[in-house]
């Protein structure tokens, strides 16, 4: 049977290729869990206009990310630590913690966005990458400063 894949289909091929599989695995497993549609003119078309919408929803969301990373490409936080002798820190600075003080600014970013190498540990000024999009980042501004 001859299928139009909606989905990239890791074993199988890329969203709008036409291939051919059989017919059992189309009808039971294909066709039902939306990942593909038989291969006619009219589902070409409805693919086709799937496609166009999908095109345009990701470049709305793509024109918003690179709006929210200008932002927070201006943006310097900081996050006040204990620190001992000779301003050695106590714990560290989490991307967790990163988390947090952007939500204090109003941005909702997930920690495991925040693309944090290993956590900080010293004090000083720290350029942190934010994953905001498959493609966009942003670099945070973070101050580490003793309390």
């Known amino acids: 049977m001859k299928i139009i894949l909606r989905e990239d ?27 593909a549609y038989p291969a006619t003119r009219s589902f070409s078309r409805i693919f086709a206009e799937e496609k166009k919408l999908k095109d345009n929803r990701n470049a709305r969301a793509t024109v918003v990310a690179e709006q929210l990373a200008g ?32 939500a204090g600014k109003g941005y909702d970013i997930d920690k495991r966005d925040i693309l944090l190498e290993e956590p900080i ?25 003793k309390e």
């Open 121 to 145: 540990k010293a004090l000083g000024i720290y350029n942190v990458p934010v994953k905001i999009a498959t493609d966009i980042k942003a670099e945070v501004k973070v101050w580490v400063i």
């Open 71 to 102: 932002k927070l490409g201006n943006l310097s936080l900081e996050a006040t630590v204990k620190v001992g002798e000779e301003d050695k820190v106590f714990g560290a600075v989490t991307a967790a913690d990163i988390a947090v003080l952007l």
């Open 9 to 35: 289909v890791e074993t199988l091929g890329l969203a709008g290729e036409t291939i051919t599989v059989k017919d059992g695995y189309a009808r039971n497993y294909l066709v039902p869990q939306k990942l």
